[in-house]
């Protein structure tokens, strides 16, 4: 079932501000970064090598890093400010001779990092491999899948990854050791091939998977479930429904497939939509519900689930092209939020409270990093 478009749209006020940073450290797990680099403190980044990135956000206050968030910047994973482990020497061993040259997707879920690294879409055989890395541990491929548009954890510790139109109607839930964990997601788009396109999401201890066909226009509705591990999946009652943040459980439902506006709804009921917030990306929803982090007009704003005004609108500067992507709650009064511009990668921390943000990470975009992967 699709939305009719909603016309409601609240103004986004534009605070100017500025910007800055980059902090590494920590005990394990975090994002990586290329093969030669070596993630330093902000403080040992020059002020002509800031200047020359050309972004405003440089001139942001920096922050502490990013606590129990995990990313990765190239082939080196980070958490809570520390490399946990500089996958660059053994990274041609775990790849084919076609492996991309950085991560994927970086998770965590119950104290374990989940990661994964994907094989070039051009070789002809697209696969993906699905690791894990505990605490004082090393990584460890626990499983391989045939291709790769997304990684998801749900709260109880399983894994699930979407599928890319590769001849399967299928998508695995597994769990950290790689076992198999009950059935799979399965859907059937009545084409022999190409098989359909599956995404995944997280809400809570359940997945919220969409498919279409790979074969259908942009402007198809994604057909989305729910699937807590074990058990059947369920039609959602609308289409165009997403994970919006672990939690406890939340999803946000775009007005139809080309809309830039979403409305909230709760897991528990899916048919129940609070009211309208308009944004560039996906709404990265806190764990109580009851704020929304959006982007408009290439910034970034807070909002109001259940009535659907500004809270605030973050300090961070306006951006000349769309650069941002809210990916993690830290607290429930600061939410991070990746910010791209130029040859410059950034991992932002925002205060719900007053909305001025901190450079919590800096890096730079270069052969084998493309950005700050999460």
């Known amino acids: 079932m699709t939305l009719p478009e909603m016309t409601t749209r609240v103004s986004l006020i534009v605070v100017t501000a500025s910007v800055a940073t980059i902090v590494l450290g ?39 890093a990013p606590v129990g968030v995990p990313y990765a910047i190239g082939k080196r994973m980070y958490l809570n400010g520390k490399l946990v482990y500089d996958f660059t020497a053994r990274w041609t061993a775990l790849m084919s001779v076609y492996a991309d040259v950085q991560f994927g997707d970086v998770k965590i879920t119950r104290g374990v990092i989940v990661w994964s690294v994907n094989e070039d879409r ?15 541990g090393f990584p460890i491929v626990v499983h391989q899948v045939s291709d790769y548009p997304g990684l998801a954890t749900t709260t109880g510790g399983l894994i699930s990854s979407g599928l890319a139109a590769y001849m399967a109607d299928s998508t695995g839930i597994f769990n950290l050791a790689g076992v198999d964990f009950g059935p799979p997601f399965t859907y059937t788009n009545y084409i022999p091939f190409p098989g359909p396109n599956i995404t995944v999401q997280s809400a809570g201890g359940s997945f919220v998977f969409q498919g279409v066909s790979a074969t259908a226009p942009l402007n198809t509705p994604l057909q989305s479930y729910s699937m807590y591990p074990g058990h059947p999946a ?21 007005n139809n497939p080309t809309s830039g506006c979403f409305r909230t709804a709760a897991l528990a009921t899916p048919g129940v939509l609070r009211a309208p917030v308009c944004s560039q990306t996906p709404p990265l929803v806190s764990d109580d519900g009851t704020m929304a982090v959006v982007v408009q007009a290439n910034h970034v704003g807070l909002y109001n ?33 990746n910010a791209s511009q130029g040859s410059s990668v950034y991992i932002l921390r925002c205060s719900t409270r007053t909305g001025a943000c901190q450079r919590a990470v800096t890096s730079y975009t270069r052969p084998g990093v493309s950005g700050i992967i999460d």
């Open 26 to 64: 920590g005990s394990v797990i975090a994002r990586a970064a290329p093969a030669a680099y070596v993630a330093r403190p902000v403080s040992a980044v020059s002020a002509q090598a800031l200047a020359a990135t050309g972004s405003p956000v440089s001139l942001l206050p920096v922050g502490p």
């Open 305 to 337: 689930t259940i009535t659907g005004a500004q809270i605030n609108a973050a300090n961070a500067p306006t951006l000349t092209t769309q650069g941002y992507s809210p990916f993690a709650w830290e607290s429930p009064t600061s939410y991070l939020v």
């Open 122 to 136: 051009g070789a002809g055989d697209p696969l993906a491999r699905v690791g894990v890395l505990r605490a004082g």
């Open 234 to 254: 369920v039609q959602l009652p609308y289409d165009n429904t997403f994970g919006a943040g672990s939690g406890t459980g939340w999803l946000v439902t775009a």
